[in-house]
């Protein structure tokens, strides 16, 4: 259900619809607008009955929500949620470029990309710690050490730092030294993983999953919000299909399903998306014309000595381009 309150609903009013959602049992989640508040209501297993509040002051209408989602919905709220990273936004209508390497390698790797991205401008700082590997034999990240170099990252350039969690313990750590949780695509329905992000107090940046329809992409989001955490932006990293020329299909067309029906940010991934250095830049440039609200590349010094998904990934010279062009496209569409 959605409590929608009237335009002129004062403080006091909105507590008090609050009130009554939790003493039925059901939680709040309220959203306040530019023009009005609205209030999702979610922990009822089946309908409420809308008389529990039409009547109470300032409500100006309950709704049933009938589609799959409540919270991430336009229906709850109209405007696009700006997502604020420890001071730097994602969807305010600017262009977010979150670059780095697929994973942390060492610190003169890590400063060495680190440099190129902040000379770009570009804000935010990519890198695992964790890596989740299709082999048990493949690289794995450098754990709590990689998180500490990140750290260093981010007071050395000032950049804001994205790294994955895989789990409730390595989610603990990022809290302690990240800026933003990635939960990758082979987590997108760890469902315990979702709820323990929604009670993290840091933004999350959700990957699709690599078959994951739009709707369970979009539940994923709501299972995170659902539990509190309302700053989540979503990232389309391409899903499987018959394609062998790329390691993913870039679903472009995602970027304005997702607008038609939510209000969270939506951004691309032009490296798994891919996974061909020299497909990175234009299917970014794409991205960015299709009116994403940012892209999130790898890069690395030297990927052919990268030690996990070298071939998507740009080399300095090639990001540096990279952001040049896009930054003039973006100027263009915004
Ligand atoms: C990554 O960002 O390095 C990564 C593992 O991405 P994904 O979860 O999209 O495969
Ligand atoms: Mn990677």
Redesign the pocket.
């Known amino acids: 259900m959605l409590i929608v309150m009237n335009a002129g609903a004062t403080e006091p009013e909105i507590t008090g619809v609050i009130r009554v959602i939790e003493s039925l049992g059901f939680r709040a989640h309220p959203m306040p607008g530019a023009t009005r508040t609205a209030i999702g209501v979610t922990g009822n297993q089946g309908a409420v009955d809308l008389s529990h509040f039409e009547n109470l002051p300032g409500v100006a209408e309950a709704i049933r929500v009938t589609k799959p989602y409540k919270l991430i919905t336009l229906d709850l709220r109209p405007e696009r949620t700006v997502v604020d990273i420890s001071g730097a936004t994602i969807g305010d209508g600017s262009l977010a470029i979150i670059a780095g390497p ?2 942390v390698e060492n610190r003169d790797q890590a400063f060495a990309v680190a440099e190129a991205v902040q000379k770009s401008g570009a804000k935010f700082f ?1 890198g ?1 710690a964790f ?2 590997r299709t082999s048990p034999y493949a690289f794995a990240g450098l754990g709590k050490q990689g998180l500490k170099i990140l750290a260093e990252v981010r007071d050395k350039f000032g950049l804001k730092i994205v790294t ?1 969690a895989l789990d409730d313990a390595t989610m603990d750590l990022i809290e302690e030294y990240a800026d933003m949780i ?7 329905q760890n469902f315990t993983l979702l709820k323990r992000a929604g009670r993290s107090r840091l933004p999350v940046l959700l ?2 999953g ?1 078959a994951a329809t739009l709707e369970e992409w979009l539940l994923a989001a709501e299972y995170v919000m659902a539990e509190g955490n309302y700053q989540i932006v979503l ?1 389309e ?2 899903v499987r299909t018959f394609a062998q020329h790329t390691r993913n299909t870039l679903d472009l067309a995602a970027v304005p399903a997702v607008r038609r029906i939510s209000h969270l940010p939506v951004i691309v ?1 032009a ?2 998306g891919t996974g061909r250095s020299y497909m990175v830049t234009p299917l970014a440039r794409a991205g960015v014309a299709v009116g994403a609200d940012g892209i ?1 590349v ?1 890069v690395h010094a030297r990927p052919d000595e990268a030690l ?2 070298g071939a998507q990934s740009l080399t300095l010279e090639e990001f540096e381009q990279m952001v040049r062009e896009l930054k003039a496209i973006h100027e263009v569409i915004a």
């Open positions: 697929c994973a990519r695992g890596k989740p994955e990635q939960i990758g695509a082979r987590n997108m990957k699709r690599m990232c990293r391409g991934d490296a798994h999130m790898e996990s998904d």
